[in-house]
């Protein structure tokens, strides 16, 4: 059948080597490695930005982070730019979210325009773009909750069933009860080894999917389903039996060396003195926050079988494509660093599995793809799924639709692109550089990864003699050859983007008689 509905999975902050079908030893997640053997599963998946608000942009827009301008996860993506739903609102197709976005609407210019929160057009540019089943970005202290104009329907669902406080999605979902009583904060992690107050069935993954089943069943028209799970990022906290399913033995060594602390390298070593860093560098604390993480993925995996199930019963597998990925990876303490931002592959690398329902696609079905793709593959991927008429002259990425269904390709990308705004990360204080300063840009082949730092020198690894990327040649006065003939390739790639956005390319093309226009004579004796 032809690809009638799209339901778009993304788990927050999970690293590509942390499922089973991308080979955990440990972490068994069935349900996505069954998904996997009807669909493609991508090898080298990489996101346009090693953060959160500003991939998501990149997958929802289809275009890199300065050509988008959300920068990173506070910067609002601008009133102008075409998301997802505006574009498959234009073949009638419903398009709704369920979960996280991380984006912040623009809303200096909604001001300046006159567009209002309260109308329809003003409630979509919120969100940014989609209807608002349940937009939730799971991030909820008490001091946000308290500022918020909005109440949270998860916290409202969770004191219908009897939870008691203003803002139970901190005081029980992300939550532990202490030995004496108390209340521990699952935000300090060294409470992320110990089990929610919530049951399973209560915690966030499990409503999500919920309302994600709720939508289908609802929804008589086409849809397209953006399911964004709020885990595992942190708080690294997982109800029971999910919270101590793994012990030391079954995590990943630590993929660190000492050798690194000698790399002669400013940003790279900010990112290292960073507190953040400096707390995951210490064992204890991997290894206490590894169970809590580990665990949070297995119950997306689990609620993902009890999803995939209701597919199958209600007969959407014959017509929804799924796809399934991640914003970003997560350190956890490997290269002396935590959280996120810089282009490690345990960060740029995502896991990224297209399930196509179409016949033309029973020839790929199993396989395992290791040409470079991107997230802003994804956008003009599902334009062409659903046969869709709107202009593609923005899109920067390239659809997968023929690697899906084994057409014929005459050339495909040699690398791929990532780039971060660091400036609102505590790196951009300790080196003591402006605003507009604190800019990296990534550019990945089969053998070299080169870094741009503006200001600062390079970076340059050689992925086939250094998988791990602990020796960094930016400096080599051996490597001379090889550092310029990257930077030609990112600066190609950085040409190459599309800031021509009023205009469509067949604009460009049309022929002219300037004459017959307006009688504008050019160039004429």
């Not at 902050?13 to 997640?29: A, E, F, M, N, V």
Request: charged share 30%.
């Amino acid at each position: 059948m032809k690809v009638k509905n799209i339901l778009f999975i993304m788990a927050d902050q999970l690293r590509w080597d942390y499922l089973s079908c991308y080979g955990h030893p440990h972490l068994k997640t069935p349900h996505l490695d069954n998904l996997a053997k009807k669909a493609i599963m991508f090898e080298s998946a990489y996101v346009q930005a090693p953060v959160c608000g500003p991939s998501r942009a990149s997958y929802y827009t289809g275009r890199t982070v300065f050509s988008h301008g959300s920068t990173w996860n506070q910067v609002p993506l601008p009133i102008g730019e075409l998301t997802i739903g505006d574009y498959l609102r234009q073949s009638g197709i419903k398009t709704c979210v369920v979960g996280k976005t991380h984006m912040r609407p623009d809303i200096n210019s909604m001001n300046r325009l006159g567009i209002s929160k309260t109308t329809e057009i003003g409630s979509i540019v919120m969100e940014p773009g989609f209807d608002p089943y349940e937009r939730d970005d799971g991030l909820h202290p008490n001091n946000i909750m308290k500022k918020s104009e909005k109440k949270l329907s998860y916290n409202e669902w969770l004191n219908k069933l009897g939870y008691d406080g203003n803002n139970p999605w901190d005081s029980w979902a992300n939550s532990v009860d202490g030995e004496k009583g108390e209340v521990l904060s699952g935000w300090r992690l060294r409470n992320s080894n110990k089990p929610s107050r919530l049951p399973e069935k209560h915690s966030e993954t499990a409503f999500m999917t919920n309302r994600a089943i709720d939508f289908i069943k609802e929804t008589k028209e086409q849809w397209f389903l953006h399911l964004s799970y709020i885990k595992p990022h942190w708080p690294y906290i997982a109800p029971a039996p999910y919270h101590n399913m793994y012990s030391q033995n079954q995590f990943y060594p630590v993929q660190r060396s000492d050798s690194e602390k000698n790399i002669n390298h400013p940003v790279y070593k900010a990112f290292m003195e960073n507190s953040i860093s400096k707390t995951f560098s210490q064992e204890n604390v991997r290894e206490t926050v590894l169970a809590g993480y580990m665990g949070l993925i297995k119950q997306i995996d689990d609620n993902l079988g009890r999803l995939f199930k209701f597919l199958e019963e209600n007969g959407n597998m014959q017509d929804t494509m799924i796809v399934f990925t991640s914003d970003h990876g997560d350190y956890h303490g490997d290269h002396w660093l935590g959280e996120k931002e810089l282009f490690h592959e345990q960060i740029v690398k995502v896991p990224m599995i297209i399930y196509d329902p179409s016949k033309e696609a029973n020839k790929t079905r199993g396989k395992k793809e290791k040409r470079f793709i991107e997230a802003i593959d994804l956008l003009p991927t599902f334009l062409d799924a659903v046969e869709s008429k709107a202009s593609k002259h923005r899109l920067e990425g390239s659809s997968l639709i023929p690697i899906l269904r084994d057409e014929k390709i005459s050339k495909w990308r040699e690398s791929v692109f990532s780039e971060i705004d660091y400036s609102f990360n505590e790196a951009r204080k300790i080196l003591d550089i402006g605003a507009s300063d604190a800019r990296a840009y990534m550019i990945r082949n089969d053998k070299w990864k080169y870094i741009y730092y503006k200001g600062f020198p390079p970076q340059l690894f050689d992925l086939e003699k250094d998988k791990d990327e602990f020796n960094d040649l930016g400096q080599s006065k051996d490597h001379q050859n090889i550092l310029n003939q990257m930077k030609d390739i990112l600066l190609e790639r950085l040409t190459d983007r599309k800031n021509r956005t009023a205009a469509d390319d067949e604009f460009v093309l049309k022929e002219r008689d300037y004459s017959e226009d307006g009688g504008i004579m050019i160039g004429v004796w």
